[in-house]
């Protein structure tokens, strides 16, 4: 018997992504459950080219289900993966609410898939996006040269925010197109966003157009922001690296979709650009585009879209020994969610039917 898939949140941006990733992989699945919350109810997606009509999240809609897959905020997981767990499924969760519980596996596939295998809890956690951005990259170098420092600087798409980061920045784009007057004063961009859009609210806490915003996430202890958090943990875990030194500033940018990480990695011994070169190519899922003489490097624009992350501009750093300076991109919703999301499930797929 084919493995039955429930997918929780299917009407969300990343659940959108989901159903056309499901739509395009090798169809492992028998039945597909979406699963939302009562409003999205009876709406009818599209899967594997047929209607599904969404079913209501309750405990009954996980019976029957080996593999349930969460896109929802933090307190819906953290409420419904249990139920699904309990019911018998294998919970894949999206959401930060068990990332760093230490019973629940933070999975990247190409990196860690041993550690899938021991998950008391019945739940296998999905990275943040901003983790996973460069973790297949930097997973090879770590295999090959072992990494002790890594310091980031994000450049964190909109659709990270979800829909209503989408919604928000085309909104903001509209208001500055065409307009030559903007980006000359502080303060224009934002008395045009006002002067047009009015009060509506805003999931970013400055213009995002015409802009760049050095805020992603909440706020933590001692002014760090969740996501900064996130990548220095995430890293840490998925790595298995307790004690790497990891620091970051996470930064949104007016980018529709895909993350970008700027990344100076240190590791035991020196890295010279070739050897980089050849480890990233030969890592699954990593494409290098580095060819500075012809201005070759990747971007987010070219980026969006495609599975594998993308990356370039690899540098020895001048005055750090040891120390690789690169620029990496990857689709925050497919690699950074949604795709990694569907990878991890298949790999429970294969060993439960195994
Ligand atoms: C963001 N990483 O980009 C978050 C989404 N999970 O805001």
Known sequence: RKPTLAVVGATGAVGTVMLSILSERADIWGEIRLLASKRSAGKKLKVRGEDVVVQELTAEAFHGVDVAMFDVPDEISAQWAPIAAAAGAV??????????????PLIVPEVNPDAARNRPRGIIANP????????DGMGALHAKFTLTELVVA?????????????DRLYDELAVVGG????????????AALVDKLGDAPSPFPAPLALNVVPWAGSLKDDGWASEELKVRNESR???GIPDLKVSA???RVPVITTH??????TFASPVTVAQAHEVLSAAPNVVVIDDPATLQFPTPADSVGADPTFVGRVRQALDFPNTLDLFVCGDNLRKGAALNTAHIAEMIAAELTA
Not at 91 to 104: E, T, W, Y
Not at 128 to 135: A, F, G, K, Q, Y
Not at 179 to 190: K, N, S
Not at 260 to 265: E, G, N, Q, R, Y
């Open 91 to 104: 919970a894949v969760d999206n959401s930060g609410a068990f990332r760093m519980d230490p019973d629940v």
């Open 128 to 135: 943040n996006c901003t983790t996973l951005t460069m973790m």
């Open 154 to 166: 994000s450049y964190q798409a909109a659709s990270g925010a979800g829909q209503a980061g989408v």
């Open 179 to 190: 307009r030559r007057d903007l980006g000359v004063r502080a303060g224009d961009v934002r």
């Open 237 to 239: 875990k998925i790595l």
């Open 249 to 251: 500033t996470c930064v």
């Open 260 to 265: 970008s990480l700027a990344v100076h990695a």
